[in-house]
Nanobody, 126 residues
Framework: QVQLAESGGGSVQPGASLKLTCSLSGRAFSSYSMAWVRQAPGKDREVVAGIKARGGHKYYARSVTGRFTISRDNAKNQLYLEMDSLSPEDTAVYYC???????????????????WGQGTQVTVSS
């Protein structure tokens, strides 16, 4: 059974940076493609970034390209999301997601991901 745990959320001012971490346990981390998915109040879930298991190819939503960086450390079983130039529009609960079967064309679809963490709140306000 895959278990995911996020950490690193918090409240910051506009323009600040924040780094989220997700730890995977229960299975071989390197076998899973991973993603960060966020959900703002009253909005649908949005995949903001994904990274493939093989090759480590990265994918980003247009809304975060150039500001967010996804990365993974297979030796530590951890996934990261570095967020720069945060704005109030980035306020949301951020979830870590995993899948061993997701295909490239579905990476940016929330429904393509099988396993989810509990989420961590990110609030950006002045």
């Amino acid at each position: 059974q895959v278990q995911l745990a996020e950490s690193g959320g918090g409240s910051v001012q506009p323009g600040a940076s924040l780094k989220l971490t997700c730890s995977l346990s229960g299975r071989a981390f390197s076998s899973y493609s991973m993603a960060w998915v966020r959900q703002a109040p009253g909005k649908d879930r949005e995949v903001v970034a994904g990274i493939k298991a093989r090759g480590g190819h990265k994918y980003y939503a247009r809304s975060v390209t150039g500001r967010f960086t996804i990365s993974r450390d297979n030796a530590k079983n951890q996934l990261y999301l570095e967020m720069d130039s945060l704005s109030p529009e980035d306020t949301a609960v951020y979830y870590c997601a995993a899948s061993s079967t997701v295909i490239t064309s579905s990476i940016m679809s929330p429904s393509a991901w099988n396993y989810w963490g509990q989420g961590t709140q990110v609030t950006v306000s002045s």
